[in-house]
């Protein structure tokens, strides 16, 4: 579990000299400034904001339903992503009152980036200068098509600041995908059923939008990572190009369809959502029953088995969170250390999306022929025709992805190329030996001629 919640991040390396026989020596790592910590508290504070204002507006209208499921998505997101920011730092250890007490208002996320802040203008501050604790950190590179090992100091302060990259990042995925899914797609069928948009509402939706997609982004930028945890990953403009415009569209189209699907049969929708939810919920424990393993009892020091069995529960609820929506990227596995399966597993991903279609084609269907009460001014087989579109194109970019602009593809036994045609080749096995076997007949006849 350690390397699940840190992954070491240091900044890019270039060689310079070589200490040992295939170990180089890369140079100091550069402190940059930490956007992705202030954009994920801009997006924590934005939409906590929004969502208690549209509280009191539901409130002030007597819209009881609707103000307690505002109310309960924003509130189990906070809750969790305080305890996630508690754990990755290990702050029960810690004799820190202050920042116990705003995670008890839910305002650790605020706390942390002032912490991170102020640790980066000491930095700056100190810029040049040598600090007197190092460590020494060993990655993989391919350069040039060929596996380099690198060998850096890392001095303390950048490590500190790097953990609180890291701990943003998880949190970010914990607000998208268990807060911003479900409060944005109850949100888009509330505007739905009511015919109209206000302005908090839409600020609301927006805010729950990008959350969701930027979780996604990073969702896939920390399944590398922690695949190829031995190696230096460096992502380029034109790979985050991809992977946002794919999960942007994967999402969208998927949480649409939810909604319209929703808001076509509503309470009859229900049963099926929560059922499809709950497979993905289990199927993790499932697997790890049938294998017939015991629970890892080394997933975090000082853990009693009580504690590990919260942790393994709250990664099953995250990895059913991601999966309903999207494609988690990593396939869970319970019964080793890491929790993950950090092959690359080919057919998992073609299962999910060969399914997730067709969930996707049965419910855009259903309110194609059964949603008239809920857009009377647009097409019905326009709409479904475009996010069926949608979700393809969704699915080419991801193909584009891990075929040409994958940073370690060079490492795949087999490409996206190679598995397509290992199904498309395994689909008429009977008819190639049925049109081979008369050849063979004519060219024995032939023969005996």
């Known amino acids: 579990m350690d390397q699940v919640f840190e992954i070491p991040e240091e900044p ?65 997101s906070s809750i969790m992503v305080q305890l996630t920011l508690i754990f990755v730092h290990r702050d029960l250890a810690k004799d820190k009152p202050l920042s116990l007490f705003m995670h008890l208002i839910l305002l650790g996320p605020v706390i942390r980036c002032l912490e991170a802040m102020i640790k980066y203008l000491t930095l700056w501050k100190k810029e040049g200068q040598e600090e007197p604790y190092v460590s020494l950190t060993r990655k993989k590179m391919l350069i040039n098509g060929e596996e380099v090992l690198i060998e850096w100091e890392v001095g303390h302060s950048i490590r500190t600041l790097a953990m609180h990259r890291n701990a943003y990042k998880r949190m970010s995925q914990i607000q998208a995908f268990l807060g911003s899914v479900p409060q944005l797609t109850y949100q888009l069928y509330v505007t739905l059923i009511s015919a109209e948009v206000p302005l908090g509402r839409a600020v609301l939706i927006v805010f729950s939008l990008i959350s969701v997609t930027y979780g996604a982004t990073l969702c896939n930028m920390l399944a590398i990572q922690i695949k190829y945890d031995e190696y230096k990953i460096r992502l380029g403009p034109l790979e985050v190009l991809c992977i946002t415009i794919w999960r942007t569209l994967e999402i969208t189209s998927r949480l649409v369809i939810l909604v319209l699907f929703s808001a076509t049969l509503k309470l009859k929708a229900v049963p099926f959502l929560l059922l499809n939810f709950l497979i993905i919920l289990f199927e993790p424990w499932v697997k790890f029953w049938r294998s017939g393993a015991q629970m890892p009892n080394n997933i975090e020091k000082n853990f009693s088995r009580v504690g ?52 996707n084609v049965i419910m855009v269907l259903v309110f194609k022929f059964f949603g008239v009460k809920v857009l009377l001014n647009y097409c019905h087989s326009l709409i479904a025709l475009q996010l069926i579109i949608a979700y393809l194109i969704s699915i080419g970019f991801m193909l584009l992805f891990f075929q040409y602009l994958h940073p370690l593809r060079s490492l795949f036994t087999h490409n996206v190329v190679d598995y397509l045609h290992c199904v498309c080749s395994h689909r008429h096995p009977q008819g190639r030996v049925e049109n081979s076997e008369p050849s063979a007949d004519a060219e024995a006849r032939q023969s005996i001629a």
Request: aromatic share 18%; proline share 3%; hydrophobic share 45%.
């Open 12 to 76: 890019n390396v270039e060689p310079i000299s070589s200490l040992e026989e295939d170990v180089i020596r890369g140079a100091n790592p550069r402190f940059t400034f930490p956007f992705g910590i202030l954009f994920s508290t801009f997006l924590y504070c934005g939409e906590a904001a929004s969502a208690l204002y549209m509280v009191r507006i539901y409130r002030k209208n007597s819209e009881t339903y609707w103000m307690t499921y505002t109310f309960s998505f924003f509130m189990f």
């Open 308 to 359: 590990t069995l919260v942790v393994l529960i709250s990664v099953t609820v995250l990895y059913a969170g991601i999966n309903f929506s999207c494609w988690s990227a990593l396939q869970l596995k319970l019964a080793d250390r890491d929790l993950v399966e950090k092959g690359q597993n080919w057919g998992h991903m073609g299962l999910h999306y060969s399914v997730r279609l067709i969930e």
